[in-house]
């Protein structure tokens, strides 16, 4: 019922750290881009400001459709408590239950699965730099 909130503030938390390091890092990016000699010359390479986009689409995307699924089930509606499970203090605690385990569960499966991702990408960009070094040299 309320498993999607979990996620939900994960993404909220992802987001905020997301702006926060994209302004970091166009900060730091200003000088260089400046200079189009060092800016040519620098290697690519993706920035933890990208990865944390890909678990935003991740976590946004699911969250979107959890929002539909639930309101399409009648579990999530449009009026105070906006939760069908709010209703009593029997449903409550289940909700809650839900929460602290299909909730959190979802939420670190879907951060693992981006970890992989990023552990993934890692390696072939270094196969990628090590393969163009070699044909440099």
């Excluded at 946004?60 to 539909?68: D, I, K, Q, S, T």
């Amino acid at each position: 019922m309320a498993c999607v909130l979990i996620p939900a503030a994960e993404a909220v938390v992802v987001t905020a750290a997301y702006v926060v390091l994209k302004k970091r890092e166009q900060k730091l990016e200003a000088p260089k881009l400046a200079d189009s000699k060092t800016a040519l010359s620098e290697e690519p390479k993706i920035t933890w400001s990208k990865r944390l986009s890909w678990l935003l689409s991740m976590l946004w995307g699911g969250v979107l459709l959890l929002v539909f699924e639930h309101f399409w089930h009648g579990e999530i509606v449009a009026f105070p408590p906006f939760l069908s499970a709010m209703a009593s203090p029997d449903d409550t605690a289940e909700m809650l239950h839900e929460m602290s385990t299909v909730g959190v569960s979802m939420a670190v499966c879907v951060t693992a699965v981006w970890g992989v991702a990023c552990a993934f990408v890692d390696a072939k960009v270094k196969r990628i730099k090590k393969a163009l070094k070699k044909q440099a040299a």
